[in-house]
Structure formats: C-alpha cells, structure tokens
C-alpha cells in the first residue's frame, strides 16, 4: 500500500523559496501519477501541481505557474515541488497524493500525506 510523506515545509519572506519533498515506499512511485494540493485555513483544498508517473507531462495552477516546478525521481522515490518568488497567498498545508493519472477530480486521489505547512510572510 503506497505512503506519501511531505517534507522541507517552512516559514518564508514574501520573494523566498522552498523546495518541497513527498518521499513514497510501500509501492513502487513510478505507477502513480502525484499530486501537490494546498489547503489555507478557510478555504477548500485546491490543486497545485501534478506530474505523470513518467515524468513526460505537468500540469499547474494558474497562480503558481511560472513560480512552481514540479518534478520527480522515481529511482529515489521522491517527487518534488520547487516553489520560488513565494507571495503570502500561498500560505497553506500543503499535501502530495496519488492518482492513476493527473487530473482534475480531487477524489480520483489517494494515498494522502500528513501535509507540510508552508508560511509566507509579507
């Protein structure tokens, strides 16, 4: 049974950067597509990032394209999230799962992590 674990979450000024970790055992990573989503207090979870099992295709949001870089290792069973230029907006928990495929149904997604907090300060 697949486990994600997220790490390397942290307090930040607006402008810094974080590189976020989601390290896998359990099951092999590379036959699961992964996920990034973030959670602010208040607001419903929303998607981040995501990255196919082979690495080939990714996908991002809208407010953190060009700030965030998804990528994976599956020989190190990690997926990573390079967050740059980070804004106080995209302070949330941020959470790693998987999914056969990426896509848009956040209940096509499993294997939840504990989440990582990520704070920005202004």
């Known amino acids: 049974q697949l486990q994600l674990v997220e790490s390397g979450g942290g307090l930040v000024h607006a402008g810094g950067s974080l590189r976020l970790s989601c390290l896998a055992s359990g099951s092999p990573l590379d036959l699961h597509a992964i996920g990034w989503f973030r959670q602010a207090p208040g607001k419903e979870r929303e998607g981040v990032s995501c990255?196919?099992?082979?690495?080939?295709?990714?996908t991002y949001a809208d407010s953190v394209k060009g700030r965030f870089t998804i990528s994976r290792d599956n020989a190190k069973n990690a997926v990573y999230l390079q967050m740059n230029n980070l804004q106080p907006e995209d302070t949330a928990v941020y959470y790693c799962?998987?999914?056969?495929?990426?896509?848009?149904?956040?209940?096509?997604?499993?294997?939840w992590g504990q989440g990582t907090q990520v704070t920005v300060s202004s």
């Open positions: 990255i196919s099992n082979s690495g080939e295709f990714t």
């Open positions: 799962a998987a999914a056969p495929q990426c896509t848009g149904y956040v209940f096509m997604f499993a294997s």
